[in-house]
């Protein structure tokens, strides 16, 4: 490729697309940034990136472009311009920005059509994560891609997942973590509240979820195995003994007099399995009753 400068071009410096390039620059690489408004990359220039006076220039200088915007649509209207367009052929673009599998399938249609080598990923982490061995991104979209810009996205990245061609796939195991993440979250808040409530330091419960995490991972990964292969009457966990426990989160909102928002929607959810007979079969039968909403939904 012509005037290549740099090992890489980053494009969007928000809070994550900054932390990109922080990262690749301590690591020893050459990376070239672009951003709309210019003043968000003073810091990385100062720390040796070097940066585009616009998205042609910042396109045309890596033979790999990380994309790192709010959403795809953003990601095409700043790709599509005809300035930039001609550029575009036979490079790497890893769209790092978030949306669905039918974003992702339709940003790969969009991207074939003007040779791009197209790659889709997911960031499972926060921008001050980037750069550990740990850190997760997932990945998915042509091979290729993948191979060609796995210099680039090891250093961002020590836990890169590649998840196959299916291009969607990347956006999909994001949407199913982000959904994990948000209902623990969403529990851990209520948890916090009882903590409060009862006086005790949230702190201390905090800390004690991280040393647990290990073994509720270990539960979450048995529902998974459970769904997979149907098999809801090898019970470790019933979902009856489970509705008992939401049920006491209820009483104990009400006898403390905190929200009750959070059991109120889980309670919710276990009365309809109890109702359609689940009760002795283990928790995990409870996507039977997602299974079924979705349906009547659909009618």
């Known amino acids: 490729m012509k005037n290549v400068q740099s090992v890489v ?16 620059l301590r690591d ?8 709309r408004t210019g003043a968000k990359a003073e810091s990385l220039v100062r720390d040796g990136a070097t940066l585009a006076p616009s998205v042609a220039s910042a396109v045309g200088a890596s033979p790999v472009v990380l994309v790192c915007v709010d959403g795809y649509k953003v990601t095409r209207s700043i790709l599509e311009a005809d300035e930039v367009a001609p550029l575009l052929s036979g490079r790497v673009v890893v769209d790092l920005s978030s949306g669905t599998p039918q974003d992702a399938r339709d940003a790969e249609g969009w991207a074939r059509e003007r040779g791009v080598v197209y790659l889709d990923g997911a960031i499972m982490a926060t921008p001050s994560q980037m750069g550990r061995p740990d850190t997760p991104i997932i990945l998915s979209g042509a091979e290729t891609a993948f191979q060609r810009s796995k ?30 993440l948000f209902g623990a979250l969403l ?36 529902s998974g195995d459970v769904i997979q292969t149907g098999m809801f009457d090898e019970v470790q966990s019933s979902v009856k003994t489970c509705t ?12 403390a007099g905190i929200n009750s928002e959070f059991p109120t929607f889980g309670l919710g959810l276990f009365k309809k399995a109890m109702a359609a007979g689940y009760g002795e079969e283990e928790v995990a039968a409870l996507i039977k009753v997602l299974r079924e909403s979705h349906e009547g939904d659909v009618r």
Do not use: Q
Request: charged share 15%.
């Open 28 to 35: 020893g690489h050459r990376v070239t940034v672009w951003n």
């Open 244 to 255: 008992r426990g939401v049920e006491l989160f209820m009483k104990h909102a009400g006898e």
């Open 187 to 222: 529990g851990f808040f209520h948890g916090a509240r009882i903590f409060e409530a009862e006086g005790l330091s949230v702190g201390d419960y905090g800390a004690m979820i991280a040393d647990i995490s290990p073994v509720l991972g270990e539960m979450m990964k048995h």
């Open 9 to 24: 071009s980053i494009i969007g410096l928000g809070a994550m697309g900054s932390a990109l390039a922080r990262t690749l």
């Open 151 to 180: 210099p680039v996205l090891d250093t961002l990245a020590g836990n890169l997942m590649y998840v196959g061609e299916s291009v969607g796939a990347a956006a999909a195991w994001d949407l199913a973590t982000l959904s994990c």
